[in-house]
Protein backbone atom coordinates (compact mmCIF):
# COMPACT_ATOMS: atom_id res chain seq x y z
CA UNK A 1 0.00 0.00 0.00
CA UNK A 2 2.70 2.30 0.98
CA UNK A 3 4.50 1.63 -2.85
CA UNK A 4 0.89 2.44 -4.20
CA UNK A 5 0.60 5.70 -2.30
CA UNK A 6 4.29 7.06 -3.41
CA UNK A 7 3.52 5.57 -6.85
CA UNK A 8 0.60 7.96 -6.60
CA UNK A 9 2.44 11.04 -5.18
CA UNK A 10 5.34 10.89 -7.96
CA UNK A 11 2.42 10.84 -10.63
CA UNK A 12 0.92 13.80 -9.07
CA UNK A 13 4.00 15.90 -9.01
CA UNK A 14 4.89 15.19 -12.46
CA UNK A 15 1.75 15.95 -13.59
CA UNK A 16 1.44 19.61 -11.30
CA UNK A 17 4.91 19.85 -13.25
CA UNK A 18 3.37 19.71 -16.91
CA UNK A 19 0.83 22.12 -15.76
CA UNK A 20 3.29 24.45 -15.00
CA UNK A 21 5.09 24.20 -17.82
CA UNK A 22 2.32 24.45 -20.28
CA UNK A 23 0.91 27.29 -18.23
CA UNK A 24 4.13 28.88 -18.35
CA UNK A 25 4.56 28.67 -21.87
CA UNK A 26 1.22 30.37 -22.62
CA UNK A 27 2.05 32.74 -20.55
CA UNK A 28 4.81 34.00 -22.02
CA UNK A 29 3.46 33.19 -25.46
CA UNK A 30 0.29 35.96 -24.53
CA UNK A 31 3.01 38.14 -22.56
CA UNK A 32 5.15 38.25 -25.57
CA UNK A 33 3.06 38.83 -28.13
CA UNK A 34 1.04 41.74 -26.09
CA UNK A 35 4.81 42.91 -25.97
CA UNK A 36 6.89 45.11 -28.42
CA UNK A 37 9.35 42.72 -28.83
CA UNK A 38 7.49 39.79 -31.26
CA UNK A 39 11.09 38.66 -32.48
CA UNK A 40 14.62 38.95 -33.13
CA UNK A 41 14.95 41.35 -36.08
CA UNK A 42 17.35 40.18 -39.24
CA UNK A 43 21.16 40.85 -38.50
CA UNK A 44 21.15 42.92 -41.83
CA UNK A 45 18.04 45.41 -39.88
CA UNK A 46 18.13 49.07 -40.94
CA UNK A 47 15.81 51.26 -41.41
CA UNK A 48 15.46 50.59 -45.16
CA UNK A 49 14.51 46.70 -45.06
CA UNK A 50 14.14 44.89 -48.30
CA UNK A 51 13.36 41.39 -49.07
CA UNK A 52 17.03 40.92 -49.59
CA UNK A 53 17.73 40.84 -45.94
CA UNK A 54 15.54 37.66 -45.68
CA UNK A 55 17.38 35.69 -48.02
CA UNK A 56 18.91 32.28 -46.21
CA UNK A 57 16.13 33.31 -43.55
CA UNK A 58 13.53 30.41 -42.73
CA UNK A 59 10.73 31.49 -45.32
CA UNK A 60 6.89 30.04 -44.77
CA UNK A 61 4.98 29.37 -48.06
CA UNK A 62 1.19 29.19 -48.60
CA UNK A 63 0.74 25.79 -50.37
CA UNK A 64 -1.25 25.70 -53.56
CA UNK A 65 -0.48 29.08 -54.44
CA UNK A 66 2.01 30.70 -57.16
CA UNK A 67 3.66 32.19 -53.69
CA UNK A 68 5.36 29.13 -53.38
CA UNK A 69 7.71 29.57 -57.03
CA UNK A 70 7.86 33.01 -56.00
CA UNK A 71 9.64 32.10 -52.55
CA UNK A 72 12.15 30.24 -54.55
CA UNK A 73 12.86 32.90 -57.00
CA UNK A 74 13.52 35.59 -54.35
CA UNK A 75 14.89 33.70 -51.50
CA UNK A 76 16.73 31.42 -53.24
CA UNK A 77 19.39 30.10 -50.26
CA UNK A 78 16.36 30.27 -47.76
CA UNK A 79 15.07 27.06 -45.83
CA UNK A 80 11.09 26.74 -46.74
CA UNK A 81 8.30 25.56 -44.31
CA UNK A 82 4.77 24.96 -45.94
CA UNK A 83 1.61 25.61 -44.21
CA UNK A 84 -2.06 25.86 -44.89
CA UNK A 85 -3.49 28.94 -44.27
CA UNK A 86 -2.52 33.10 -43.28
CA UNK A 87 -3.37 32.05 -39.82
CA UNK A 88 -0.67 29.13 -40.30
CA UNK A 89 1.79 31.64 -40.93
CA UNK A 90 0.86 34.65 -39.18
CA UNK A 91 0.96 31.99 -35.89
CA UNK A 92 4.20 30.81 -37.10
CA UNK A 93 5.79 34.10 -38.12
CA UNK A 94 4.96 35.70 -34.77
CA UNK A 95 5.94 32.55 -32.90
CA UNK A 96 9.47 32.84 -34.23
CA UNK A 97 9.18 29.46 -36.26
CA UNK A 98 9.47 31.58 -39.34
CA UNK A 99 11.52 35.00 -40.11
CA UNK A 100 8.97 35.75 -43.31
CA UNK A 101 6.36 34.67 -45.68
CA UNK A 102 5.25 35.89 -49.57
CA UNK A 103 1.63 37.14 -49.60
CA UNK A 104 -0.65 39.11 -51.60
CA UNK A 105 -0.65 42.87 -50.46
CA UNK A 106 -4.30 43.08 -50.58
CA UNK A 107 -4.57 39.99 -47.78
CA UNK A 108 -1.53 41.47 -45.71
CA UNK A 109 -3.10 44.63 -45.26
CA UNK A 110 -6.16 42.98 -43.43
CA UNK A 111 -3.88 41.43 -41.71
CA UNK A 112 -1.78 44.13 -40.84
CA UNK A 113 -5.51 46.06 -39.35
CA UNK A 114 -6.56 43.50 -37.38
CA UNK A 115 -3.08 42.06 -36.19
CA UNK A 116 -0.37 44.87 -36.27
CA UNK A 117 2.75 42.85 -34.97
CA UNK A 118 2.49 41.66 -38.44
CA UNK A 119 3.53 44.12 -41.34
CA UNK A 120 5.04 43.80 -44.67
CA UNK A 121 7.76 45.31 -46.28
CA UNK A 122 5.86 48.14 -48.96
CA UNK A 123 8.05 46.84 -52.10
CA UNK A 124 5.69 45.32 -54.33
CA UNK A 125 7.70 41.92 -55.91
CA UNK A 126 5.24 41.31 -58.64
CA UNK A 127 2.36 43.12 -60.25
CA UNK A 128 -0.24 40.68 -60.50
CA UNK A 129 -4.04 40.06 -61.95
CA UNK A 130 -6.15 38.40 -60.17
CA UNK A 131 -9.22 36.74 -62.33
CA UNK A 132 -12.03 34.10 -61.87
CA UNK A 133 -11.01 30.73 -62.97
CA UNK A 134 -13.38 28.14 -65.43
CA UNK A 135 -12.97 24.63 -66.26
CA UNK A 136 -11.40 24.44 -69.35
CA UNK A 137 -12.45 21.82 -72.44
CA UNK A 138 -16.27 21.97 -72.13
CA UNK A 139 -18.10 24.49 -74.32
CA UNK A 140 -20.40 25.21 -71.55
CA UNK A 141 -18.02 26.51 -69.35
CA UNK A 142 -16.19 28.51 -72.22
CA UNK A 143 -19.86 30.07 -72.72
CA UNK A 144 -20.65 31.47 -69.25
CA UNK A 145 -16.97 32.97 -69.35
CA UNK A 146 -17.61 35.04 -71.86
CA UNK A 147 -20.87 35.99 -70.00
CA UNK A 148 -19.02 36.71 -67.16
CA UNK A 149 -16.87 38.79 -69.01
CA UNK A 150 -19.56 40.36 -70.83
CA UNK A 151 -21.06 41.38 -67.15
CA UNK A 152 -17.54 42.41 -65.95
CA UNK A 153 -17.08 44.96 -68.84
CA UNK A 154 -20.36 45.55 -67.92
CA UNK A 155 -19.86 46.87 -64.33
CA UNK A 156 -16.74 48.27 -64.91
CA UNK A 157 -18.19 50.67 -67.42
CA UNK A 158 -21.27 51.57 -64.94
CA UNK A 159 -19.18 52.07 -61.84
CA UNK A 160 -20.22 49.48 -59.56
CA UNK A 161 -17.02 47.83 -60.22
CA UNK A 162 -15.64 51.18 -58.04
CA UNK A 163 -18.67 51.08 -55.89
CA UNK A 164 -17.57 47.04 -54.85
CA UNK A 165 -14.06 47.81 -54.68
CA UNK A 166 -14.27 50.90 -52.06
CA UNK A 167 -16.54 48.88 -50.20
CA UNK A 168 -14.14 45.72 -49.36
CA UNK A 169 -10.78 47.32 -49.78
CA UNK A 170 -12.48 50.17 -47.28
CA UNK A 171 -13.02 50.57 -43.38
CA UNK A 172 -16.31 50.62 -42.91
CA UNK A 173 -17.54 47.43 -41.90
CA UNK A 174 -21.26 47.86 -41.52
CA UNK A 175 -21.14 47.72 -45.56
CA UNK A 176 -19.29 44.73 -46.02
CA UNK A 177 -21.99 42.39 -46.73
CA UNK A 178 -23.20 40.34 -49.38
CA UNK A 179 -26.77 40.76 -50.40
CA UNK A 180 -27.96 37.34 -51.20
CA UNK A 181 -31.60 38.62 -52.14
CA UNK A 182 -32.51 38.26 -56.16
CA UNK A 183 -31.16 35.39 -56.52
CA UNK A 184 -34.23 33.62 -59.16
CA UNK A 185 -32.28 30.46 -60.41
CA UNK A 186 -34.58 30.92 -63.64
CA UNK A 187 -30.87 29.63 -65.44
CA UNK A 188 -30.29 26.60 -63.41
CA UNK A 189 -27.48 26.83 -60.36
CA UNK A 190 -23.69 28.22 -60.03
CA UNK A 191 -21.71 26.17 -57.88
CA UNK A 192 -18.21 28.53 -56.84
CA UNK A 193 -15.62 27.34 -55.18
CA UNK A 194 -13.13 29.07 -52.82
CA UNK A 195 -11.45 29.24 -49.65
CA UNK A 196 -12.88 31.01 -47.03
CA UNK A 197 -9.60 32.10 -45.13
CA UNK A 198 -8.61 34.50 -47.47
CA UNK A 199 -9.74 37.91 -46.14
CA UNK A 200 -10.76 40.34 -47.71
CA UNK A 201 -11.19 38.36 -50.75
CA UNK A 202 -13.24 35.41 -49.07
CA UNK A 203 -14.16 34.92 -45.65
CA UNK A 204 -16.85 33.76 -43.24
CA UNK A 205 -18.69 37.07 -41.30
CA UNK A 206 -21.64 36.45 -38.74
CA UNK A 207 -22.21 32.61 -40.46
CA UNK A 208 -22.18 33.71 -43.69
CA UNK A 209 -19.89 33.84 -46.81
CA UNK A 210 -18.94 37.28 -47.45
CA UNK A 211 -15.63 38.98 -49.35
CA UNK A 212 -14.96 40.45 -52.82
CA UNK A 213 -15.31 37.71 -54.35
CA UNK A 214 -18.54 36.16 -53.20
CA UNK A 215 -19.86 39.82 -53.71
CA UNK A 216 -18.83 40.09 -57.17
CA UNK A 217 -19.88 36.43 -57.64
CA UNK A 218 -23.33 36.71 -55.94
CA UNK A 219 -24.09 39.98 -58.37
CA UNK A 220 -23.04 38.00 -61.28
CA UNK A 221 -25.79 35.25 -60.81
CA UNK A 222 -28.26 38.14 -59.75
CA UNK A 223 -27.83 39.61 -63.06
CA UNK A 224 -27.40 36.80 -64.67
CA UNK A 225 -30.43 34.61 -63.03
CA UNK A 226 -28.34 32.44 -61.57
CA UNK A 227 -28.81 30.70 -57.75
CA UNK A 228 -25.50 30.03 -56.60
CA UNK A 229 -23.89 27.38 -54.10
CA UNK A 230 -20.69 28.16 -52.59
CA UNK A 231 -18.06 25.13 -51.39
CA UNK A 232 -15.08 25.54 -49.22
CA UNK A 233 -11.86 23.81 -49.60
CA UNK A 234 -7.88 24.90 -48.94
CA UNK A 235 -5.69 26.95 -51.72
CA UNK A 236 -4.17 23.79 -52.88
CA UNK A 237 -7.70 22.30 -54.03
CA UNK A 238 -9.30 24.65 -55.86
CA UNK A 239 -8.01 23.58 -59.45
CA UNK A 240 -8.79 19.99 -58.50
CA UNK A 241 -12.07 20.99 -57.38
CA UNK A 242 -12.97 22.96 -60.62
CA UNK A 243 -11.37 19.94 -63.20
CA UNK A 244 -13.63 17.42 -61.00
CA UNK A 245 -16.84 18.91 -62.30
CA UNK A 246 -18.41 19.71 -59.32
CA UNK A 247 -17.82 23.52 -59.60
CA UNK A 248 -18.51 25.81 -62.49
CA UNK A 249 -15.35 28.29 -61.51
CA UNK A 250 -13.77 29.34 -58.58
CA UNK A 251 -12.94 32.89 -56.44
CA UNK A 252 -10.11 34.82 -57.73
CA UNK A 253 -6.60 33.36 -58.11
CA UNK A 254 -3.28 34.95 -59.67
CA UNK A 255 -2.76 34.29 -62.93
CA UNK A 256 0.12 32.53 -64.13
CA UNK A 257 1.09 30.41 -67.40
CA UNK A 258 1.18 26.71 -65.08
CA UNK A 259 -2.40 27.76 -64.34
CA UNK A 260 -3.05 28.35 -68.21
CA UNK A 261 -2.71 25.68 -68.85
CA UNK A 262 -5.30 23.76 -66.76
CA UNK A 263 -8.18 26.45 -66.24
CA UNK A 264 -9.42 29.43 -68.38
CA UNK A 265 -9.27 32.83 -66.54
CA UNK A 266 -11.48 35.64 -67.17
CA UNK A 267 -10.32 38.96 -67.33
CA UNK A 268 -8.56 40.48 -64.03
CA UNK A 269 -11.23 41.54 -61.20
CA UNK A 270 -8.49 43.16 -59.40
CA UNK A 271 -4.93 43.95 -59.16
CA UNK A 272 -2.40 44.05 -56.45
CA UNK A 273 1.30 42.54 -56.16
CA UNK A 274 3.54 40.04 -53.70
CA UNK A 275 5.13 41.61 -50.83
CA UNK A 276 6.86 40.12 -47.82
CA UNK A 277 5.30 39.76 -44.50
CA UNK A 278 7.46 40.31 -41.46
CA UNK A 279 7.35 41.06 -37.64
CA UNK A 280 6.57 44.67 -37.20
CA UNK A 281 9.50 45.04 -34.80
CA UNK A 282 11.91 44.10 -37.89
CA UNK A 283 11.27 47.47 -39.29
CA UNK A 284 12.00 49.44 -36.44
CA UNK A 285 8.77 50.10 -35.33
CA UNK A 286 6.52 47.88 -32.25
CA UNK A 287 3.09 47.08 -33.13
CA UNK A 288 0.82 50.29 -33.48
CA UNK A 289 -1.97 49.07 -31.39
CA UNK A 290 -2.15 49.30 -27.25
CA UNK A 291 -1.69 45.80 -26.45
CA UNK A 292 1.64 46.29 -24.57
CA UNK A 293 -0.32 47.60 -22.34
CA UNK A 294 -3.01 45.12 -21.73
CA UNK A 295 -2.54 42.39 -18.99
CA UNK A 296 -2.45 38.87 -19.38
CA UNK A 297 -5.81 37.85 -18.18
CA UNK A 298 -7.16 41.05 -20.53
CA UNK A 299 -5.59 39.47 -23.25
CA UNK A 300 -7.00 35.83 -22.89
CA UNK A 301 -10.51 37.23 -22.27
CA UNK A 302 -10.33 39.88 -25.46
CA UNK A 303 -8.89 36.41 -27.38
CA UNK A 304 -12.15 34.24 -25.90
CA UNK A 305 -14.25 37.33 -26.99
CA UNK A 306 -12.97 37.29 -30.60
CA UNK A 307 -13.21 33.51 -30.86
CA UNK A 308 -16.21 32.63 -29.36
CA UNK A 309 -18.74 35.86 -29.11
CA UNK A 310 -17.99 38.24 -32.02
CA UNK A 311 -20.24 37.55 -34.93
CA UNK A 312 -21.45 34.28 -33.03
CA UNK A 313 -18.44 32.44 -33.63
CA UNK A 314 -19.77 30.18 -30.96
CA UNK A 315 -22.48 28.65 -33.36
CA UNK A 316 -19.25 27.93 -36.37
CA UNK A 317 -18.31 26.18 -33.29
CA UNK A 318 -21.66 23.96 -32.92
CA UNK A 319 -22.11 23.43 -36.72
CA UNK A 320 -18.75 21.87 -37.03
CA UNK A 321 -19.53 19.70 -33.53
CA UNK A 322 -22.63 18.43 -35.62
CA UNK A 323 -20.92 18.16 -38.67
CA UNK A 324 -18.20 15.68 -36.89
CA UNK A 325 -21.18 13.59 -34.58
CA UNK A 326 -23.02 13.10 -37.92
CA UNK A 327 -20.46 11.39 -39.98
CA UNK A 328 -18.98 9.83 -37.63
CA UNK A 329 -22.24 8.06 -36.32
CA UNK A 330 -23.17 7.23 -39.88
CA UNK A 331 -19.57 5.63 -40.83
CA UNK A 332 -19.36 3.63 -37.61
CA UNK A 333 -23.18 2.43 -38.54
CA UNK A 334 -22.33 1.80 -41.89
CA UNK A 335 -18.53 0.38 -41.20
CA UNK A 336 -19.58 -2.14 -39.02
CA UNK A 337 -22.37 -3.40 -40.80
CA UNK A 338 -19.30 -3.97 -43.50
CA UNK A 339 -16.77 -5.03 -41.32
CA UNK A 340 -20.01 -7.90 -40.03
CA UNK A 341 -20.71 -8.81 -43.44
CA UNK A 342 -17.13 -9.06 -44.64
CA UNK A 343 -16.43 -11.68 -41.17
CA UNK A 344 -19.50 -13.01 -42.82
CA UNK A 345 -18.41 -13.89 -46.22
CA UNK A 346 -14.58 -14.93 -44.85
CA UNK A 347 -16.14 -18.15 -42.43
CA UNK A 348 -17.72 -19.24 -45.63
CA UNK A 349 -14.98 -20.63 -47.12
CA UNK A 350 -14.72 -19.33 -50.61
CA UNK A 351 -11.30 -18.51 -52.07
CA UNK A 352 -12.17 -16.68 -54.61
CA UNK A 353 -14.34 -14.17 -51.74
CA UNK A 354 -11.52 -14.70 -49.07
CA UNK A 355 -8.82 -13.42 -52.21
CA UNK A 356 -11.34 -10.19 -52.98
CA UNK A 357 -11.76 -9.62 -49.15
CA UNK A 358 -7.69 -9.83 -48.72
CA UNK A 359 -7.00 -7.20 -51.41
CA UNK A 360 -9.88 -5.48 -50.10
CA UNK A 361 -8.44 -5.16 -46.34
CA UNK A 362 -4.58 -4.70 -47.45
CA UNK A 363 -6.04 -1.45 -50.01
CA UNK A 364 -7.65 0.33 -46.84
CA UNK A 365 -4.87 -0.99 -44.38
CA UNK A 366 -2.57 1.04 -47.21
CA UNK A 367 -4.28 4.16 -48.53
CA UNK A 368 -4.17 7.46 -46.05
CA UNK A 369 -7.61 7.72 -45.76
CA UNK A 370 -6.68 11.34 -46.74
CA UNK A 371 -5.65 10.12 -49.94
CA UNK A 372 -8.94 7.95 -50.10
CA UNK A 373 -11.25 10.75 -49.39
CA UNK A 374 -9.57 12.55 -52.57
CA UNK A 375 -10.01 9.81 -54.67
CA UNK A 376 -13.41 9.57 -53.65
CA UNK A 377 -14.33 13.20 -54.06
CA UNK A 378 -12.79 14.22 -57.52
CA UNK A 379 -12.54 11.04 -59.71
CA UNK A 380 -14.90 8.33 -58.37
CA UNK A 381 -17.85 10.52 -57.46
CA UNK A 382 -16.46 13.64 -59.26
CA UNK A 383 -19.39 14.05 -61.74
CA UNK A 384 -22.13 12.67 -59.71
CA UNK A 385 -22.99 15.45 -57.84
CA UNK A 386 -23.24 13.36 -54.77
CA UNK A 387 -22.88 15.44 -51.43
CA UNK A 388 -19.71 16.08 -50.04
CA UNK A 389 -20.96 14.89 -46.36
CA UNK A 390 -21.71 10.82 -47.72
CA UNK A 391 -18.61 11.14 -49.70
CA UNK A 392 -16.85 11.53 -46.79
CA UNK A 393 -19.28 8.89 -44.92
CA UNK A 394 -18.36 6.56 -47.47
CA UNK A 395 -14.75 6.79 -47.59
CA UNK A 396 -14.94 6.28 -43.67
CA UNK A 397 -17.14 3.43 -43.69
CA UNK A 398 -14.86 1.27 -46.30
CA UNK A 399 -11.78 2.00 -43.86
CA UNK A 400 -13.86 0.97 -40.48
CA UNK A 401 -14.88 -1.97 -42.55
CA UNK A 402 -12.14 -3.06 -43.31
CA UNK A 403 -10.27 -2.51 -40.00
CA UNK A 404 -13.27 -3.65 -38.22
CA UNK A 405 -13.44 -6.82 -40.28
CA UNK A 406 -9.93 -7.57 -38.71
CA UNK A 407 -10.41 -6.69 -35.08
CA UNK A 408 -14.10 -9.07 -35.04
CA UNK A 409 -11.92 -11.64 -36.88
CA UNK A 410 -9.48 -11.77 -34.48
CA UNK A 411 -12.20 -11.65 -31.54
CA UNK A 412 -14.09 -14.91 -33.05
CA UNK A 413 -10.82 -16.52 -33.12
CA UNK A 414 -10.09 -16.03 -29.53
CA UNK A 415 -13.59 -17.95 -28.69
CA UNK A 416 -12.23 -21.99 -28.08
CA UNK A 417 -13.77 -23.58 -30.87
CA UNK A 418 -15.59 -26.30 -27.90
CA UNK A 419 -18.02 -23.07 -27.80
CA UNK A 420 -19.49 -24.01 -31.26
CA UNK A 421 -18.99 -27.81 -30.89
CA UNK A 422 -20.96 -27.77 -27.65
CA UNK A 423 -23.38 -25.47 -29.28
CA UNK A 424 -24.11 -28.25 -32.23
CA UNK A 425 -23.90 -31.19 -29.75
CA UNK A 426 -27.04 -29.68 -27.95
CA UNK A 427 -28.93 -29.13 -31.27
CA UNK A 428 -28.34 -26.01 -32.29
CA UNK A 429 -28.08 -25.10 -36.22
CA UNK A 430 -24.62 -23.81 -37.23
CA UNK A 431 -26.23 -20.33 -37.63
CA UNK A 432 -27.65 -20.03 -33.92
CA UNK A 433 -24.56 -21.36 -32.30
CA UNK A 434 -22.76 -19.04 -33.74
CA UNK A 435 -25.16 -15.85 -33.36
CA UNK A 436 -26.08 -17.40 -29.85
CA UNK A 437 -22.62 -18.63 -27.98
CA UNK A 438 -19.55 -17.59 -30.62
CA UNK A 439 -20.50 -14.42 -31.46
CA UNK A 440 -21.93 -12.69 -28.18
CA UNK A 441 -18.19 -14.83 -26.38
CA UNK A 442 -16.55 -12.75 -29.58
CA UNK A 443 -18.12 -9.30 -28.77
CA UNK A 444 -16.58 -8.96 -25.35
CA UNK A 445 -12.99 -9.93 -26.65
CA UNK A 446 -12.99 -6.94 -29.67
CA UNK A 447 -14.99 -4.28 -28.09
CA UNK A 448 -12.72 -2.90 -26.09
CA UNK A 449 -10.43 -2.45 -29.41
CA UNK A 450 -12.86 -1.47 -31.89
CA UNK A 451 -13.98 1.00 -28.97
CA UNK A 452 -10.27 2.51 -30.02
CA UNK A 453 -10.99 2.28 -33.68
CA UNK A 454 -14.31 4.65 -33.43
CA UNK A 455 -12.38 7.33 -31.60
CA UNK A 456 -9.56 7.13 -34.01
CA UNK A 457 -12.21 7.49 -36.89
CA UNK A 458 -13.57 10.54 -34.94
CA UNK A 459 -10.50 12.11 -35.02
CA UNK A 460 -9.69 11.13 -38.16
CA UNK A 461 -12.85 13.22 -39.50
CA UNK A 462 -10.31 16.25 -38.95
CA UNK A 463 -8.89 15.68 -43.06
CA UNK A 464 -12.96 16.10 -44.22
CA UNK A 465 -12.63 19.92 -44.86
CA UNK A 466 -10.06 18.64 -47.75
CA UNK A 467 -13.06 18.16 -49.80
CA UNK A 468 -15.00 21.12 -48.47
CA UNK A 469 -16.84 19.79 -45.45
CA UNK A 470 -17.12 22.35 -42.96
CA UNK A 471 -16.40 20.21 -39.85
CA UNK A 472 -15.14 20.97 -36.43
CA UNK A 473 -11.52 21.48 -37.19
CA UNK A 474 -12.62 23.04 -40.63
CA UNK A 475 -14.57 25.75 -38.61
CA UNK A 476 -11.57 26.21 -36.65
CA UNK A 477 -9.70 27.15 -39.81
CA UNK A 478 -11.97 29.65 -40.64
CA UNK A 479 -12.32 31.63 -37.17
CA UNK A 480 -8.46 31.64 -36.82
CA UNK A 481 -8.09 32.91 -40.17
CA UNK A 482 -10.54 35.88 -38.88
CA UNK A 483 -9.16 36.47 -35.66
CA UNK A 484 -5.37 35.47 -36.36
CA UNK A 485 -5.59 34.42 -32.81
CA UNK A 486 -4.57 30.06 -32.34
CA UNK A 487 -4.76 29.83 -29.03
CA UNK A 488 -8.56 29.71 -28.40
CA UNK A 489 -9.66 28.32 -31.31
CA UNK A 490 -7.09 25.35 -30.95
CA UNK A 491 -7.68 24.87 -27.36
CA UNK A 492 -11.33 24.88 -27.83
CA UNK A 493 -11.17 22.06 -30.67
CA UNK A 494 -8.81 19.80 -28.72
CA UNK A 495 -11.11 19.81 -25.72
CA UNK A 496 -14.46 19.02 -27.67
CA UNK A 497 -12.49 15.92 -29.26
CA UNK A 498 -11.47 14.96 -26.39
CA UNK A 499 -14.58 15.06 -24.46
CA UNK A 500 -16.66 13.45 -27.87
CA UNK A 501 -13.92 10.51 -27.53
CA UNK A 502 -14.72 10.19 -24.05
CA UNK A 503 -18.58 10.10 -24.70
CA UNK A 504 -17.73 7.16 -27.01
CA UNK A 505 -15.26 4.87 -24.81
CA UNK A 506 -18.15 5.55 -22.13
CA UNK A 507 -21.01 4.15 -24.47
CA UNK A 508 -18.99 1.28 -25.82
CA UNK A 509 -17.95 0.58 -22.03
CA UNK A 510 -22.21 1.11 -21.14
CA UNK A 511 -22.63 -1.71 -24.09
CA UNK A 512 -19.58 -3.72 -22.76
CA UNK A 513 -20.83 -3.92 -19.41
CA UNK A 514 -24.28 -5.39 -20.78
CA UNK A 515 -22.88 -7.74 -22.79
CA UNK A 516 -20.49 -9.95 -20.48
CA UNK A 517 -22.27 -12.03 -18.12
CA UNK A 518 -18.99 -12.12 -16.22
CA UNK A 519 -19.13 -8.02 -15.32
CA UNK A 520 -23.20 -8.23 -14.75
CA UNK A 521 -22.43 -11.60 -11.95
CA UNK A 522 -19.39 -9.44 -10.36
CA UNK A 523 -21.59 -6.60 -10.10
CA UNK A 524 -24.23 -8.67 -8.56
CA UNK A 525 -22.04 -10.37 -5.88
CA UNK A 526 -20.97 -7.09 -5.19
CA UNK A 527 -24.20 -5.90 -4.47
CA UNK A 528 -24.89 -9.09 -2.30
CA UNK A 529 -22.20 -8.36 -0.18
CA UNK A 530 -23.16 -4.77 0.35
Sequence with gaps: ?????????????????????????????????????????????????????YNGKKIGILSGTNLEAASFEYFPDSEYLYFNSYADLNAALEGGKIDAYLGDEPALKSIHALQPQIDFIKERLTQNRYSFA??????????????????????KADGTYDDIDAVWFGTDESKKVVDLSGLTGENGTIHVVTTSTDEPFSYIKDGEHVGYDIDVAVRFCRARGYKIEIGDVDYAARIPALASGKYEFTTTMNVTPEREEEVLFSEPVSEGGIVVAVRATDLNHTAADDTSKIGFFSSLLN?????????????????????????????????????????????????????ILNLYVKLMQGTPIVVLLMILYYIVFGKSGINALWVAVIAFSLN?????SEIMRSGIQGVDSGQMEAALALGFTPKQAFFDFVFPQAA?????????????????????????????TKMSDIIRSRTYDAFFPLIATALIYFALAWCISHAVKLLLNRIDWRRRRTRTERKGTA
Design 1 to 53: MDKAKKTDQIIIVVLIAIAVLIAGSVIHRRMSSSGSNSGEAPDSISEALTYQD
Design 134 to 155: FRKNDPHEKQLLDEFNEWLRSI
Design 303 to 355: SFEKTFIRENRWKLILKGVSITCLITALSVLFGSLLAFGICLLRRTGSRIANG
Design 400 to 404: MGAYG
Design 444 to 472: VLFLPVYRGEIVNLLKSTSVVGFIAITDL
